[in-house]
Nanobody, 123 residues
Framework: QVHLVESGGGLVQVGGSLRLSCAAS????????IAWFRQAPGKEREFVAL?????????SYADSVRGRFTVSRDNGDDTVYLQMNNLKPEDTAVYYCAASMSWGRSSTIYTDWGQGTQVTVSS
């Protein structure tokens, strides 16, 4: 089991940037693939980005964020980051990080979830 804690959300203007952090803890946290999902009011939770387990750099992005968001991980402190640039009003949502031993974009394969952090983009 992996314990995940997100931070870094907030209010930003259109075109601005934010960096979200997902701190993972647990004996085997480095073995998990970490994904970011988001959920806007009245909408289903959707995949945002994904990065392989420690020491690997393979990543995957939703079409809606590719080229604007970058996912990375610092294996030294078991933290995964989501750098979000050129933010748009439609990026407004609660952002969650999640861990899985499997690789994929479906939320159903993720066994551990953080509590979420709010991102609001004002126009």
């Amino acid at each position: 089991q992996v314990h995940l804690v997100e931070s870094g959300g907030g209010l930003v203007q259109v075109g601005g940037s934010l960096r979200l952090s997902c701190a993972a803890s647990g004996r085997t946290s480095g073995r998990y693939n970490i994904a970011w999902f988001r959920q806007a009011p009245g909408k289903e939770r959707e995949f945002v980005a994904l990065i392989r387990a420690s020491a690997q750099t393979t990543s995957s992005y939703a079409d809606s964020v590719r080229g604007r968001f970058t996912v990375s991980r610092d294996n030294g402190d078991d933290t995964v980051y989501l750098q979000m640039n050129n933010l748009k009003p439609e990026d407004t949502a609660v952002y969650y990080c999640a861990a899985s031993m499997s690789w994929g974009r479906s939320s159903t394969i993720y066994t551990d979830w953080g509590q979420g952090t709010q991102v609001t983009v004002s126009s």
